[in-house]
């Protein structure tokens, strides 16, 4: 199985490194400079090099015939180069490497592959990992999420690795929607711990946060049992907890006052706005989720934030 990954920032490459150690035949895809022709150090990883066998091009014809594209961009990004590059895919399978819900649509990055590509198997994998540590070889467990269950043990055999394990399930809502939503629920932790609030209020944001991802997946058809699991609880521990995490490290920033470095994607950001027009939608009580959105728009302090969280009214757990 021949397998593209499209998008050659840090998670792309190093899934493209932990696949071309695995013997797997890889093209690297992206739109800048790409080192080609020998191993090379990677700027993203350091002290990773990319292995020989992996090809890497800046060309979409190189990866037109993949069988197996991995989609590594932001989610927001990702309807956009599906309209301008998706028909030029032969790709029996489409992965998507990213999370979030598409600030327009609503969506999630399967649905939005499904509805650019419904002739494809649409999956995605998610989960707790960092770049560096699947490139490094750490060991690593995520979810991968297929409707198809066919395609998605195909997959599931094609992608893991001695050092990648993957936990295959059906329920692509859940797995989408956790990979999403812990990403706004870090911004909060994060903007706690900046702001100076403490242990104790963290985890009372994580448990409460928690509460309110499954709510979300119950009121739009997932199951609950996915949201326990690496994809849901799993991601939300290591983003909410490491300052390897760019959501967690954004909300350190606003917490602290401090403007956050330029240029780098904060997937929960749009997130959380998009999950505060959702909740209106769907007449849901998120709390944590709806404060976040106006706090990465500047419109409240993490001061204000915590009091408003702390005046609601109590109530049973």
């Not at 990992?129 to 395609?151: K, M, N, Q, V, Y």
């Not at 812990?182 to 711990?193: D, F, L, T, Y």
Request: hydrophobic share 50%; proline share 4%; with cysteine.
């Amino acid at each position: 199985m021949s397998i593209a990954i499209l998008g050659a920032g840090a998670f792309g490459t190093a899934l493209a490194v932990v696949l071309g150690r695995a013997g797997r035949n890889v093209t690297l895809w992206g739109r800048g400079p790409l080192p080609t022709g020998r191993a090379v150090e990677l700027p993203r990883l350091p002290g990773v090099e990319l292995p020989h066998s992996v090809t890497v091009t800046n060309r979409i014809s190189d990866v037109a015939g993949s069988q197996t594209v991995l989609l590594a961009m932001p989610a927001q990004a990702l309807r956009g180069f599906l309209t301008e590059h998706g028909a030029a895919l032969q790709a029996r399978a489409m992965v998507a490497c990213c999370k979030g819900l598409d600030l327009k649509t609503l969506a999630g990055p399967v649905a939005t592959i499904a509805a650019a590509r419904p002739d494809v198997a649409a999956a995605i994998l998610t989960g707790p990992s960092f770049a560096g540590d699947i490139a490094r070889g750490l060991p690593t467990a995520l979810t991968l999420a297929c409707a198809d269950e066919a395609a998605g043990k195909a997959l599931q055999e094609a992608l893991s690795t001695p050092t990648l394990r993957l936990y295959r399930t059906t329920d692509t809502l859940g797995a989408e929607l956790g990979g999403a939503l812990k990403n706004v629920v870090a911004i909060a932790a994060g903007a706690c711990i900046g702001a100076g609030f403490g242990e104790s209020a963290r985890a009372a944001l994580m448990t409460r946060g928690f509460a309110e991802m499954t709510r979300v997946a119950q009121a739009l058809g997932a199951r609950n049992e996915t949201l326990h699991g690496l994809s849901g609880f799993g991601d939300l521990t290591l983003t909410c907890t490491s300052a390897q995490s760019r959501n967690y490290r954004f909300g350190l920033a606003l917490g602290e006052g401090l403007a956050f470095a330029s240029g780098q994607t904060v997937e929960g950001a749009a997130t959380a706005a998009a999950i505060a027009t959702l909740a209106k939608q769907r007449g849901l009580d998120l709390p944590i989720h709806g404060i976040v959105a106006p706090l990465v728009a500047g419109q409240i302090t993490a001061a204000q934030a915590m009091q408003l969280l702390l005046a609601r009214p109590l109530k049973e757990e």
